[in-house]
């Protein structure tokens, strides 16, 4: 079993930068793929970026030259570094961790980005 708890989630005006965190801990299987997904009200559930363990990325398009994310396999760490927010961006986001053994999600962190 994988836990994962997401942090840094807030409310922030347009053009403001998140950073968010996630923590693993559990049966860690590697190698695996970290990510963030979003979820805004109404919406379907859609890939933001995601991150092998040797550090292959890759990002949705409206995340590319806003986002970054990185990870730190040994803390079993994930962040996303959100920069010129838009109100767009206003969604739960999901922190991810999958491997050939399972699919594992955190509760999500609220992102609000107000115009």
């Known amino acids: 079993q994988v836990q994962l708890v997401e942090s840094g989630g807030g409310l922030v005006q347009a053009g403001g930068s998140l950073r968010l965190s996630c923590a693993a801990s559990?049966?860690?299987?590697?190698?695996?793929?970290m990510g963030w997904y979003r979820q805004a009200p109404g919406k379907q559930r859609e890939l933001v970026a995601t991150?092998?363990?040797?550090?292959?990325?890759n990002y949705a398009d409206s995340a590319k030259g806003r986002f970054t994310i990185s990870r730190d396999n040994a803390k079993n760490l994930v962040y996303l570094q959100m920069n010129s927010l838009k109100p767009e961006d206003t969604a739960v986001y999901y922190c991810n961790l999958r491997s050939a053994l399972r699919n594992s999600w955190g509760q999500g962190t609220q992102v609000t980005v107000s115009e």
């Open positions: 559990g049966n860690i299987f590697r190698p695996n793929t």
């Open positions: 991150i092998t363990s040797g550090g292959n990325t």
